[in-house]
């Protein structure tokens, strides 16, 4: 099984062949996993504002999304996980759309696998991945969202993280091939696994803090606090699985 980190979504490559791993830890896939443990029975992601805008307002659905970091004018909600921590979704589908993870998704929504990813639900999310590309005979490909088009500190952080849990959770059981990508954030999350104290050396933490989003920052940086494991589907297989994840047409 290869395993392969791509820095930027740009980079991803041929993903037909993938099982692709999209982070967006601060804070998209963090609150796609967030909305799911507070019972939201399904979450739309979408690339464009005004599309998310039509889709959820036509339909009755939770709007969220950030621009800027801040939440969009008229939302209903911003991009904030420790916010939706503290409500009910139960019954109510939520949209989404961010400045970064979600066009993520939507850039490799065509690989046959995507599961957006972070740190709140590493464990769940890496035993998914690697039981799926070890069933399909795939790679798992880890892409980072980035930041306004560039590289960001945190994602690869938490790249770094998933590759060290594969490699633990396969053993010697299942042998792994690491793309150089792979070895880079490996070794930087190695050489420091505290999340928070990597990520407030990069800007994109520091801006959030300095935004109001201090609380997000922390809460994005708990690792296994979550169990969900959100897969990206079509409408015709979304009641099959336990945490759908959809693009808005």
Known sequence: MRISVSLMPQLSGDTSNSVC????????????????????????VSPSYEGARTFARQRG????????GVRVEGFDFGNSPSEFEKLDFSGRPAVICTTNGTRAITTVSQAPYVLPAAAVNCGAVTEAAVRIAAESDREI???CSGTDHEFTLEDAVVA??????????????????????????????????SLLRNWMEGFHARRLCDLGFGEDVAYSAQIDSLQCVPILVTERDADKVDSPVLIVP
């Open 21 to 44: 791993l999209v982070i967006d830890v601060l804070r998209a896939t963090t609150c796609i996993a967030t909305l799911f443990s507070r019972k939201c029975p399904r979450v739309y």
């Open 61 to 68: 659905y939770a709007l969220c999304g950030e621009v800027g």
């Open 141 to 143: 490909n880890i892409v």
């Open 160 to 193: 770094g993280m998933y590759v060290e849990r594969i490699a633990s959770m396969t053993g010697s059981n299942l042998p792994l091939e690491f793309a150089d990508s792979a070895i880079l954030v490996r070794r930087i999350f190695q050489k420091d696994p």
